[in-house]
Each structure stands twice: as C-alpha cells, then as structure tokens.
C-alpha cells in the first residue's frame, strides 16, 4: 500500500507542478501549437510539453512528417510566443540522445 500511496502523491505533485507553469505561461498550449504547426506544414504533433529550458518557460512539441522517420522538435517561448529553436531529430541522433 506504502507504494501505492507514494505513487499517487507523486503524480500528484507533477500535476502541481505542470499546472504552476501554465500560469506562469502568458502563450496557451492552442496558441503555442499554432505556431508550432505554422514550422512544420502538414506536420502531426505527437508530444507536446511546458518545461523551462535554459532558464526560460517554453512549449515544446515534436512533430512528424508524414514520408520520413525524421521528428522537428519546435520550440516556441511560452511568454512570448517566439519560436525559439527548431531542430531536426533524426533516428540515429535521437538514439544517440538516449543514450
């Protein structure tokens, strides 16, 4: 029970802690994937996450095309709606991150 019950106070506490950013973010998780969507054309959004990078609170979503394996990670600022970063992510570089 002892597990149980330390596992639901964890989700818990994520879930505090997601919902503290999202009030802090002045961009919503609509407004972030439009603009997220308009860097990739056609594009599936198959994550889609509120996290500080590098000291700054940012959506981030990574998105696939449909006719290859490769993912394009976009990073859009979730107070200003700047597109931060996009990256392309390939099979191979994403392995190698997991590592």
Do not use: Y
């Amino acid at each position: 029970m002892t597990g149980v019950l330390a596992a639901a106070v964890g989700v818990i506490g994520l879930t505090g802690c997601a919902s503290d950013k999202q009030g802090q973010a002045t961009i919503t998780k609509e407004q972030a994937t439009q603009i997220a969507r308009a860097k990739v054309p056609g594009g599936t959004i198959k994550e889609a996450e509120l996290e500080k990078e590098k000291g700054k609170l940012i959506w981030s979503f990574d998105i696939a095309t449909d006719g290859t394996k490769n993912i394009t990670e976009v990073n859009v600022d979730a107070i200003t709606g700047d597109v931060i970063a996009v990256d392309v992510e390939t099979p191979e570089k994403e392995a190698k991150e997991k590592d």
